[in-house]
């Protein structure tokens, strides 16, 4: 993955490619600076990468990453990394006329986003791919199996590009014992940004809950976010 202290963790070897992984972790946990390291470090193998962003503006993104130390502004001017503003999905209403028939908006916005981030690929020939946050799609759906449903048809979208995925999803519980939620069950991994009380303080905590094919540690790990992105300290152990 290319994120210091991630890789060890997971035995050396990184997530296995063309994966799907599900990155949690609550408001302010680093979840988007996770993100565009990800994509950040695939450059130096000649992966390209694509960044469907459905909460924030592109420019406040690179703004804001640029802050923590991942500059992405020429990647992007070089056309090796997209992000693709997606945020009108969340705006659609519940019905949508097309010619003089209706579709529900919940299934016009997946169709959408399943376009938008198949274009973004094939015009810059990605193999890394960030759909954050999967939440703004999924609140378009009324029951939990819809849901599955539509997160089903993501992640086989996802995987027809061959793209090493990372799906972003907000943690409503940070701390370490939390329900789980649907999304887990579906893909290859899953990795949470939470955190607990340790003393007067909070401590950031880095833990690997599930990575088919690797043998990775499942222990928790403190992280921080630096001026120069995320750093994991597998040598470090929370309990």
Same mark, same amino acid.
């Given at each position: 993955?290319?994120?210091?202290?991630?890789?060890s963790?997971?035995?050396?070897?990184? /997530?296995?490619?063309?994966?799907?992984?599900?990155?949690?972790?609550?408001?302010?946990?680093?979840?988007?600076?996770?993100?565009l390291q990800?994509?950040?470090?695939?450059? =130096?193998?000649?992966? %390209?990468?694509?960044?469907?962003?459905?909460?924030?503006?592109?420019?406040?993104?690179?703004? %804001?990453?640029?802050?923590?130390?991942?500059?992405?502004?020429?990647?992007?001017?070089?056309?090796?990394?997209?992000?693709?503003? =997606?945020?009108?999905?969340?705006?659609?209403?519940?019905?949508?006329?097309?010619?003089?028939?209706?579709?529900?908006?919940?299934?016009?916005?997946?169709?959408?986003?399943?376009?938008?981030?198949?274009?973004?690929?094939?015009? /810059?020939?990605?193999t890394?791919?960030?759909?954050?946050?999967?939440?703004?799609?999924?609140?378009?759906? %009324?029951?939990?199996?819809?849901?599955?449903?539509?997160?089903?048809? &993501?992640?086989?979208?996802?995987s027809?590009?061959?793209?090493?995925?990372?799906? /972003?999803d907000? &943690? %409503?519980?940070?701390?370490?014992?939390?329900?789980?939620?649907?999304?887990?069950?579906?893909?290859?991994?899953?990795?949470?940004?939470?955190?607990?009380?340790?003393?007067?303080?909070?401590?950031?905590?880095?833990?690997?809950?599930?990575?088919?094919?690797?043998?990775?540690?499942?222990?928790?790990?403190?992280?921080?976010?630096?001026?120069?992105?995320?750093?994991?300290?597998?040598?470090?152990?929370?309990?």
């Amino acid at each position: 993955m290319g994120i210091k202290g991630v890789d060890s963790i997971l035995d050396g070897k990184g /997530v296995p490619m063309g994966s799907s992984v599900l990155l949690l972790g609550a408001p302010g946990s680093g979840k988007t600076i996770f993100s565009l390291q990800f994509l950040q470090s695939g450059l =130096a193998s000649g992966e %390209n990468g694509v960044y469907l962003s459905m909460d924030e503006d592109p420019e406040r993104l690179l703004a %804001n990453a640029r802050q923590r130390g991942v500059d992405l502004a020429k990647p992007v001017k070089d056309g090796k990394i997209a992000i693709v503003d =997606a945020s009108p999905i969340r705006l659609l209403p519940a019905k949508i006329k097309l010619g003089g028939a209706e579709v529900g908006g919940h299934e016009f916005a997946l169709s959408t986003l399943i376009a938008s981030l198949t274009d973004a690929v094939k015009k /810059v020939g990605a193999t890394r791919l960030v759909v954050d946050p999967i939440s703004t799609l999924i609140v378009h759906f %009324n029951d939990e199996y819809a849901r599955r449903i539509a997160f089903l048809d &993501l992640i086989a979208a996802a995987s027809r590009t061959r793209c090493t995925t990372i799906f /972003v999803d907000e &943690l %409503n519980d940070a701390q370490l014992q939390r329900p789980h939620v649907f999304e887990e069950f579906l893909t290859q991994g899953v990795i949470v940004l939470s955190k607990m009380l340790a003393g007067s303080a909070f401590t950031r905590v880095f833990s690997v809950e599930k990575m088919r094919g690797v043998a990775h540690d499942t222990q928790p790990h403190p992280y921080r976010i630096t001026e120069h992105g995320i750093e994991v300290f597998p040598s470090e152990q929370i309990f």
